[in-house]
Nanobody, 125 residues
Framework: QVQLVESGGGLVQPGGSLRLSCAAF????????MGWFRQAPGKEREFVAA????????FYADSVKGRFTVSRDDAKNTVYLQMNTLKPEDTAVFYC??????????????????WGQGTQVTVSS
């Protein structure tokens, strides 16, 4: 049984930082492009960042480039999202996904793969 367990969300002030973690069980992360999506209230789920299963390539949404960093430790079956200089518009539920589709420089949800349950990130003073 595959399970992705996110942690590290919470409440942070604008300009602050958070580090999300996603531990995978029942699958081997080195075989998957791993990463993160988010969904803000009243909005559709959107791609945030991904780490390719081979070659070390990373992908980012334009809105987070230069502020967020995705990384992975396949020995620990875990993927991370370091979020710096957080803004109120980053407030959302962040979801980890195993099996993100990427073409060229863009990534998207193709309806397959595995999702975590989500972790809330709230950026507010």
């Amino acid at each position: 049984q595959v399970q992705l367990v996110e942690s590290g969300g919470g409440l942070v002030q604008p300009g602050g930082s958070l580090r999300l973690s996603c531990a995978a069980f029942g699958l081997t992360t080195r075989s998957y492009t791993m990463g993160w999506f988010r969904q803000a209230p009243g909005k559709e789920r959107e791609f945030v960042a991904a780490s390719a299963w081979s070659g070390g390539r990373t992908f980012y949404a334009d809105s987070v480039k230069g502020r967020f960093t995705v990384s992975r430790d396949d020995a620990k079956n875990t993927v991370y999202l370091q979020m710096n200089t957080l803004k109120p518009e980053d407030t959302a539920v962040f979801y980890c996904k195993a099996g993100i589709a990427c073409a060229g420089s863009r990534c998207y949800d193709n309806g397959s793969g595995h999702w975590g349950q989500g972790t809330q990130v709230t950026v507010s003073s």
